[in-house]
């Protein structure tokens, strides 16, 4: 049996915990990401850089970034605000 912290267990509607996601930060430019459950991806701001979740698992190796618009980036931001 696997026993691990009751906060990083608890998930922030994406798979991963925000414990997690507040101490992640961009491979590429080092600065913190950001959860965006719409896209259930962590966005680096900074570069404009999306890093997808999958099965609750943060992707974040460079190869499996998808760069994103500066539109895109407003309109995540738009709907994470409004949520």
């Given at each position: 049996?696997?026993r ?13 915990s ?12 080092k ?5 965006c459950?719409k896209?259930?991806?962590l966005?680096?701001d900074?570069?404009g850089?999306s890093?997808p ?7 974040l190796?460079p190869t499996?970034?998808k760069?994103?618009d500066a ?5 995540t ?5 409004t949520?």
């Amino acid at each position: 049996m696997v026993r691990g912290s009751g906060s990083l267990l608890r998930c922030a509607g994406v798979g991963i915990s925000t414990t997690l996601a507040e101490i992640l930060v961009c491979p590429l430019s080092k600065q913190p990401l950001r959860l965006c459950p719409k896209t259930n991806s962590l966005i680096s701001d900074s570069i404009g850089v999306s890093y997808p979740i999958v099965d609750g698992i943060p992707l974040l190796v460079p190869t499996d970034a998808k760069i994103i618009d500066a539109g895109d980036v407003k309109d995540t931001e738009e709907r994470d605000s409004t949520a």
